[in-house]
């Protein structure tokens, strides 16, 4: 029924997610166009491009893994990349594959309409177009919606102003400059050490602090990429089975399985080893709220008063939450930069920023002075990116008010009652290495609709009852870990960051590799929490009895 529609397929968003999806749908033989608001490819990738930004997972297992070609050719030079070298890696794979005659750039989607007689969407985007396709597939990816709080007088400023997810292409110069940071996020924590290198005057404003592991960066020299490339076999099964789509070892002893001497010997191998290791490889019960998170926080604190000279400022960049019940990004000298004599902490949790003034900002006791302000403040996550985005299904059914409270999906991939409509990385979907999961997820799309081609559906749409069990088996799976804290840490785990909105699980927290079996039991199995529509046949008269 191609004759009848623009596309088989459109895809939304050029990360990850996308291109892998597009690649694949290709493959198929469908014919599929790929949109995104970037003048590039990357996704988050292309956005965010502020100054220190990089990877948190390492380069060797936070890449594709569905081409062996890709894996050869391509040579990562550090252990976590720059964003500069993540552009390059995309863009190298865009050209590699032959994608770019597919996308369309400075595109963004306005909205989308299902027709349930005809069994196609209609897209909208910002130019004015519109075109119909059988497969709506969003990649957009779970941080694309920057959030900039509705600070007052912002028009008032007559410095420069940053938002750290739009950072701009042409190099910003902050030498001599009085600069606030604002949000100690993981792109916080990355840009205070290197710009504290320039600015005169840096001035951090932090509302909750966080658990900063040290990423112990280095080059990957020849031999080690050499090693790396022999056992991508292994790398990839190993990731497939973490917890969190990474290859990372995992302990298999609890914190009471040793005396408290070693229990300090394993936190601190793992601190020196750095990156993520520290949650996976000390404790098998890190992750519960009780004694062995409270040892493994009360490590991390220690450290950052080992670290930070100054104990004020140490004590106030201490969490009091427990470890992981808000994401702790990786750090390169973070703590290390309060040391230095231009850079200071301003707590504002209870002395919150009031206002900006021409000249700075206001909080509820004190006036500071600045040239720039730099906003690190986050993201509203996984279910931000549909809001304002009309996007309708059955019934006119709008999708930002299906996931205005609790989000409902089935597997993270499918919302009752938007047939033919995919969420690559949508809400309560795993929580997990980035590029390991969506691949996982692009291959469960291109599954189903190979599926609905050789038994003739041309509609697909989970059963409502199936996507309530999955909601329900979300929450229960958050129950007794460190993540139930997650809104007193405001973490956007549950949507805690951005004031308003309703407090509910956003993803998966019962492990990747639980999840990937679970999806690919849902194929071979034949989709049984699915219900389809009619076969093509039938769907082809009502298609031309409804033109």
């Known amino acids: 029924m191609s004759d009848s529609i623009d596309f088989d397929a459109v895809v939304i968003g050029a990360g990850f997610g996308g291109l892998r999806a597009l690649h694949d749908l290709r493959k198929m033989g469908l014919s599929t166009v790929l949109v995104d608001a970037g003048e590039d490819v990357g996704g988050v990738w292309f956005w965010n491009r502020y100054p220190g930004a990089r990877t948190d997972s390492e380069a060797w297992y936070y890449c594709y893994s569905f081409s062996k070609e890709i894996l050869d050719e391509w040579n990562w030079s550090q252990r976590y990349p720059t964003q500069a070298e993540m552009a390059r890696y995309f863009e190298f794979v865009t050209d590699r594959l032959d994608l770019r005659k597919d996308i369309r750039f400075r595109t963004r989607v306005t909205g989308a309409t299902w027709d349930d007689v005809a069994n196609i969407w209609t897209v909208r985007t910002d130019d004015g177009n519109e075109f119909s396709c059988r497969y709506l597939v969003s990649a957009a990816g779970p941080l694309s919606k920057p959030y900039l709080p509705d600070f007052p007088g912002l028009a008032s400023f007559t410095g420069d102003w940053y938002q750290s997810g739009f950072w701009p292409t042409e190099e910003v110069d902050l030498s001599g400059k009085r600069v606030a940071v604002i949000g100690t996020g993981a792109s916080g924590v990355q840009i205070v050490p290197v710009v504290a290198h320039s600015a005169t005057q840096v001035t951090v404003f932090q509302r909750t602090p966080n658990y900063v592991l040290p990423a112990r960066n280095r080059p990957i020299d020849e031999a080690e990429r050499d090693a790396i490339k022999a056992d991508y076999d292994n790398i990839w099964t190993r990731a497939r089975q973490h917890f969190y789509a990474m290859d990372l070892p995992i302990c298999e002893y609890g914190a009471a399985d040793y005396s408290a001497a070693d229990q300090q010997r394993v936190l601190e191998r793992a601190w020196e080893i750095g990156g993520f290791r520290f949650l996976f490889d000390t404790f098998n019960d890190v992750w519960l709220d009780g004694p062995a998170n409270e040892i493994a926080s009360e490590f991390v604190r220690s450290k950052i008063r080992a670290i930070v000279q100054d104990p004020e400022t140490a004590e106030l960049l201490c969490p009091k939450y427990p470890l992981a019940a808000k994401r702790p990004p990786c750090g390169h000298s973070y703590y290390e930069a309060f040391n230095r004599e231009n850079v200071s902490l301003v707590d504002v949790s209870e002395n919150p920023i009031t206002e900006i003034l021409p000249g700075g900002l206001r909080t509820a006791t004190d006036v500071y002075d600045f040239d720039v302000i730099i906003f690190a403040t986050g993201f509203d996550a996984i279910t931000g990116p549909a809001e304002g985005v009309d996007i309708r299904g059955r019934d006119n059914r709008l999708l930002s008010e299906t996931w205005k ?36 997820q692009a291959e469960f799309v291109t599954a189903t609709i190979s599926f609905m081609q050789q038994n003739g559906h041309e509609a697909i749409d989970p059963n409502p009852d199936a996507v309530d069990a999955w909601v329900r088996h979300n929450e229960e799976v958050l129950e007794g870990t460190v993540l139930a804290n997650a809104a007193v840490a405001n973490s956007w785990f549950l949507g805690a960051n951005i004031p308003g909105k309703p407090r509910g699980i956003l993803a998966y927290f019962g492990g990747a590799g639980n999840y990937f079996d679970r999806i690919r039991e849902e194929t071979t199995s034949g989709f049984p929490g699915f219900s389809f529509g009619a076969p093509a046949e039938a769907a082809a008269e009502t298609l031309a009895a409804h033109s």
């Open 405 to 440: 409270t609790v989000p409902r999906t089935y597997l993270g991939l499918a919302v009752d009652g938007f047939p033919n409509f995919f969420t690559v990385a949508g809400p309560l979907g795993p929580f997990a290495n980035g590029p390991t999961m969506v691949e996982q």
